[in-house]
């Protein structure tokens, strides 16, 4: 049982640059979420699916786009990157309903933007 | 909106010593509260989770308590270990939404 996988674990872009990290989890969660996390810091949402074909807007959403085609992938797209970017990117899915909305975390993308 | 913050931020301590980790949250109306162990550049490992209607929780030498009308948590780490040696994260689900607001966390070294 792999869990939430991540790839690719690290990446430097330039400025302007496109790019789209994956994230793909085998536990048949209906939630997926995309964090980010900057230095000394909590992590931030993103963006979140509570299914296929279903995705709303977090916290910090600018920047980034997201789609959910099937229950076990959810990629996050960043278009024109730029250096405020610059993050360590989580992904994490859940279930649904008492203890089964514990999240579990991918292993993170470390993006540098330059 | 919810803050969650975690005192200190961080904590060194000797091995063998029991201790305590600090999360407080500013809205009472939460779902459930989750603690975190993240290591040095990896992800985060879910430890305890806490219902909104529960006390308290335990797993081996941790127990995590929670006082929602005072908006607190804590985490309490039986006979620390060098191993144990990690960055310890508190997370709140509001009641209504869907994902988590995270503390800046708490960074613990036990010192051999």
């Known amino acids: 049982n792999a869990g939430v996988t991540q790839t690719p674990k690290f990446r430097i872009l330039k400025i302007g640059q496109s790019m789209t990290l994956q994230c793909t989890q085998d536990m048949n969660h209906n939630y997926m979420y995309w964090y980010r996390q900057d230095p000394g810091m909590g992590l931030k949402l993103i963006y979140y699916s509570v299914g296929a074909g279903i995705t709303d807007k977090g916290e910090v959403p600018n920047g980034y786009n997201v789609s959910r085609s099937t229950t076990e992938d959810f990629p996050l797209r960043l278009e024109l990157a730029a250096p405020s970017q610059t993050s360590v990117y989580f992904c994490?899915?859940?279930?649904?309903?008492?203890?089964?909305?514990?999240?579990?975390f991918g292993p993170g993308t470390r993006l540098t933007v330059t | 909106k919810q803050e969650v913050t975690q005192i200190p931020a961080a904590l060194s301590v000797p091995e063998g010593e029991n201790l305590v980790l600090n999360c407080s949250f500013t809205d009472s109306a939460i779902y459930n509260l989750q603690w975190f162990r993240q290591d040095p550049g990896k992800g985060l490992t879910s430890l305890l989770l806490?219902?909104?209607?529960?006390r308290e929780q335990t797993s081996g030498r941790l127990n995590a308590s929670l006082d929602k009308s005072s908006g607190r948590s804590t985490l309490y780490i039986a006979a620390s270990q060098p191993g144990d040696s990690a960055t310890y994260l508190c997370a709140v689900r509001d009641t209504g939404r869907r994902a988590l607001t995270f503390g800046s966390g708490t960074r613990l070294q036990v010192q051999p």
């Open positions: 806490i219902q909104s209607s529960q």
């Open positions: 994490a899915s859940s279930g649904q309903g008492g203890s089964s909305y514990e999240q579990y």
